[in-house]
């Protein structure tokens, strides 16, 4: 992954957060809460994509570039920069195999920078 799309990803990210946020507050819900499973069951897929296009609309972004998936491959590559034990997210995100859990998982920068780093490169 190049420096652009590194960028590109980390600005989905943290667009993920702030529709969370915006979904949270319009339904009055502590977003500490919310993930827990009888919250999330209560959702729809559909309902979940309705709710994310609308909070994108509501904080200027386009909301035709991002998916109900836009949050879970930010999820998934947030527990993986904060060093969150990839069982547990794997555990999380219902992901069987490493294979499919590492499609969702876009490494940061510095991360990536690590590699050459530790080889003196």
């Known amino acids: 992954m190049d420096a652009s799309r590194a960028e590109s990803t980390v ?9 969370w946020e915006v979904w949270c507050r319009l ?12 919250i999330a069951r209560k959702l729809s897929y559909s309902r ?20 109900v998936h836009s949050l879970r491959a930010g999820g998934a590559s947030a527990a993986a920069a904060f060093g969150v034990p990839d069982r547990l997210f794997k555990r999380h ?3 069987k195999s490493d294979s499919s859990k590492d499609r969702y998982v876009k490494e940061t920068m510095s991360n990536k920078l690590l590699v050459s780093m530790n080889l003196g490169i």
């Open 11 to 19: 600005k989905k990210y943290k667009h993920a957060i702030a529709t």
């Open 27 to 38: 339904n009055k819900v502590n977003s500490k809460e919310a993930v827990h499973e009888d």
């Open 48 to 67: 979940c994509r309705e709710i994310l296009k609308e909070a994108l609309g509501e904080i200027g972004l386009d909301a035709s570039k991002f998916g």
């Open 93 to 95: 995100g219902r992901w």
